[in-house]
């Protein structure tokens, strides 16, 4: 192989490699940063891009498509001293290529750690059960916060959505606790009310049946002196109606007392109307 030979051969893959170097095809969704002797100096487009070989290099290679953030669980204390774990998704697309690589060491950790810090300034400002309920005003906050930095970092922050927010363990089984307690404070209450409820209607209605038991007694005892009256009317000075009313309450009470199953024997006087006239005359000497 001759001398000649192997110059042609390496100034042919010379010339291959530059044309390699020079000639770029970016994707569509990125956007490449070229700096020419270590300083910026332009952009290359999504398409077919030349460059000089040698003397400019591509330095970053950005994708200006959406980009999904994650930003990890954390713990965070509320302005009651509650703990609570939280964390967040971020919405990102980078708008300026040149900022977003000049402008911070790496976007994706900057917002990241700037998420995570306004997330914990906002929350700190909320009490426990503010912080629990207000996903949607966390939420607006946060974006508004991190708007302005994302900005000047060339990027624009579509959205900031809280994936969960929850309290610690040990918070949780406080809560629970606190929660326990105060349904068997809430049932002790209820059974008290109740024995009271209970105790009220007892005693209105032993006091009902002490009402009504002397008004019975009462009326028992106007309806006895109204009997008596009546049959003193009725009577007068004769003896023989009171004889008659006696004799037959009398034979009524033998009755009731030959009926009974405890009777076994059953004296009636020999002279039944003698018996009742000198019941009679004792009542009538007295």
Do not use: C, H
């Amino acid at each position: 192989m001759s001398a000649g030979f192997i110059v042609v051969l390496a100034v042919l893959v010379f010339v291959v490699v530059t044309i390699a170097k020079g000639v770029r095809i970016v994707p569509q969704g990125e956007e490449w940063i070229v700096e020419r002797l270590g300083k910026y100096f332009g952009t290359l487009k999504p398409g077919l891009n030349i460059i000089i070989p040698y003397l400019d290099q591509v330095a970053y290679k950005l994708v200006t498509k959406d980009i999904i953030l994650d930003v990890q669980e954390q713990e965070v204390i509320t302005r009651d001293n509650a703990v609570i774990l939280t964390n967040a998704i971020a919405f990102l697309k980078v708008t300026d290529p040149v900022k977003a690589v000049y402008g911070v060491t790496d976007f994706s950790e900057a917002i990241r750690n700037m998420i995570m810090t306004t997330l914990r300034s906002i929350i700190g400002e909320m009490e426990l059960d503010e912080a629990l309920s207000s996903r949607d005003k966390i939420k607006a906050r946060l974006r508004e916060s991190i708007a302005d930095e994302a900005v000047d970092w060339g990027l624009t922050v579509k959205s900031v959505e809280i994936q969960d927010i929850k309290p610690s363990p040990s918070m949780q089984k406080a809560m629970e606790q606190q929660a326990s307690a105060e349904r068997e404070r809430k049932a002790l209450v209820t059974r008290a009310e109740g024995a009271k409820q209970a105790a009220i209607l007892e005693a209105e209605a032993r006091l009902e049946a002490s009402k009504r038991d002397a008004n019975a007694q009462v009326m028992l005892a106007e309806a006895s002196a109204e009997a008596i009256r009546r049959v003193s009317a009725a009577v007068g000075t004769e003896s023989a109606p009171m004889l008659f009313l006696l004799g037959e309450k009398y034979i009524a009470s033998l009755e009731r007392m030959g009926s009974s199953e405890s009777a076994r024997v059953v004296v009636l006087p020999a002279d039944l109307q003698e018996a009742v006239r000198g019941l009679i005359g004792g009542v009538s000497k007295r």
